[in-house]
């Protein structure tokens, strides 16, 4: 099974700085890796994905990802962040093997917090 | 417009009375599953249902039971709901084919307590 780690719980920022939540995933063949967030009193919605080609990718709200296979990781970032950032990220991993359909594994979460 | 509905959004309940979380969705989604959100764990998945009539367990599927006699539906049982079982859940649904979680729906939640 897949193991996701969220090197942070809590990420406190001020507005208009940069921001990385980083996620590290155990080794695996092949993987799907997303971001989701959470908003309070909320479901999660999908940020983005990364699914194969290009190891950027970018998401909604001009967050974007870098999948880096030989550091097993998917770290977000974002370059300027807003207030409306303030919520809960979490990455989650899905693993094929051969022609079964994955799982998906979700991280403990990072809770980003943007002050004025 | 397309969701995911669960009901009730908050419910408190009492040691070994039974209850039903109830989920539906209105995309013709194959895939649905079960979630449980607990404070510094994330979330794990209980129960996951592949199409009608095809249900497996996730992670923690202890004490807890799933149906799937409809595409639309995914009720989650509590048969003798204990404490250790207070928790946030979600539902979510998506597409299964390709990869089924290109675009996964998730719930508002549930929010169970259990005194």
């Known amino acids: 099974a897949q193991s996701v780690t969220q090197l942070d719980s809590q990420v406190p920022v001020f507005e208009e700085a940069p921001v990385e939540l980083r996620c590290n995933y155990s080794?695996?063949?092949?993987?799907?890796l997303f971001w989701y967030v959470q908003y309070p009193n909320q479901g999660l919605q999908l940020l983005l994905k990364?699914?194969?080609?290009?190891?950027l990718v970018k998401g909604i709200n001009g967050f974007e990802a870098e999948f880096n296979k030989s550091q097993t990781s998917f770290h977000l970032r974002k370059p300027s962040v807003h207030i409306s950032d303030t919520a809960e990220y979490f990455c989650a991993v899905s693993e094929w093997r051969g022609s079964t359909l994955g799982r998906l594994y979700f991280g403990r979460g990072t809770q980003l917090t943007v002050w004025p | 417009e397309a969701q995911v509905t669960q009901n009730p959004r908050y419910l408190i309940t009492v040691t070994g009375k039974k209850l039903t979380v109830t989920c539906s969705q209105n995309?013709?989604?194959?895939?649905m599953s079960w979630y449980r959100q607990d404070p510094g764990l994330g979330l794990r998945q209980i129960y996951y249902?592949?199409?009608?009539?095809?249900?497996d367990k996730g992670d923690v599927p202890e004490g807890y039971k799933v149906s799937r006699k409809e595409k639309r539906n995914f009720p989650l049982i509590l048969e003798s709901p204990s404490p250790n079982q207070t928790s946030l859940y979600f539902c979510?649904?998506?597409?299964?084919?390709?990869?089924?979680?290109?675009?996964?729906?998730f719930g508002q939640g549930t929010r169970l307590t259990v005194v």
């Open positions: 995309m013709n989604h194959e895939y």
């Open positions: 080794s695996s063949v092949s993987v799907y």
């Open positions: 979510a649904s998506s597409a299964s084919q390709g990869v089924p979680f290109l675009s996964a729906f």
């Open positions: 990364y699914l194969s080609g290009s190891t």
């Open positions: 249902s592949m199409n009608v009539e095809v249900t």
